[in-house]
T-cell receptor, first 117, second 111 residues
């Protein structure tokens, strides 16, 4: 159980275009979803926290107008990178969380490799 | 958020136990310790988590000191496929229960 599907796994886009990444929890309803970005040889950096039906909360330094997050249902969150530039090329990873006993379970997607040319 | 400190890298012989330490001296009483690992170009994989008692599952054991200021992840019989970056994370109980990743430990299992 607890599977998170992320799509697409790889995408190449031209500078100036927008790219949408989907994150779905397949067998559970996620109370919260998180979006991370990872540059080569670095750790995951949290970008934003997303709750169904409400606006996302962005970490300091992350441009909310550039990285649009929509969380329309308890099983789907999307990240849209708008007007992409080469410096946005990165590995984007989502995570979905649910209550698990007295704590929480966090399941990660397999990631999306974005290359902006 | 409680910060964690891990060694940058460790080596382990195949078949031996891998013991990965983590310091989290500023952890508060209701914050959990989570361990994940990441193999190159994949999403992080859950290993184990705990509050104050030692925990064991099919992948690993988690030993948390009595004062909760440090913990050790134990992979009982490391294989080459356990080569990965291992992250020790203290889950924030404020600001949306988010997981904030540190630098992690690169574990190299060698034959």
């Amino acid at each position: 159980g607890a599977v998170v599907s992320q799509h697409p796994s790889r995408v190449i886009c031209k500078s100036g275009t927008s790219v949408k990444i989907e994150c779905r929890s397949l067998d559970f309803q996620a109370t919260t979803m998180f979006w991370y970005r990872q540059f080569p040889k670095q750790s995951l950096m949290l970008m934003a926290t997303s709750n169904e039906g409400s606006k996302a909360t962005y970490e300091q330094g992350v441009e909310k107008d550039k990285f649009l997050i929509n969380h329309a249902s308890l099983t789907l969150s999307t990240l849209t990178v708008t007007s992409a530039h080469p410096e946005d090329s990165s590995f984007y990873i989502c995570s979905a969380t649910r209550p698990q006993g007295r704590s929480y379970g966090y399941t990660f997607g397999s990631g999306t490799r974005l290359t902006v040319v | 958020d409680a910060k964690t400190t891990q060694p940058t890298s460790m080596d382990c012989a195949e078949g031996r136990a891998a013991n990965l330490p983590c310091n989290h001296s500023t952890i508060s009483g209701n914050e959990y310790v989570y361990w994940y690992r990441q193999i190159h170009s994949q999403g992080p994989q859950y290993i184990i988590h705990g509050l104050k008692n030692n925990e064991t599952n099919e992948m690993a054991s988690l030993i948390i000191t009595e004062d909760r200021k440090s913990s050790t992840l134990i992979l009982p019989h490391a294989t080459l496929r356990d080569t990965a970056v291992y992250y020790c994370i203290v889950r924030s109980t404020q600001y949306g229960n988010k997981l904030v990743f540190g630098a992690g430990t690169i574990l190299r299992v060698k034959s």
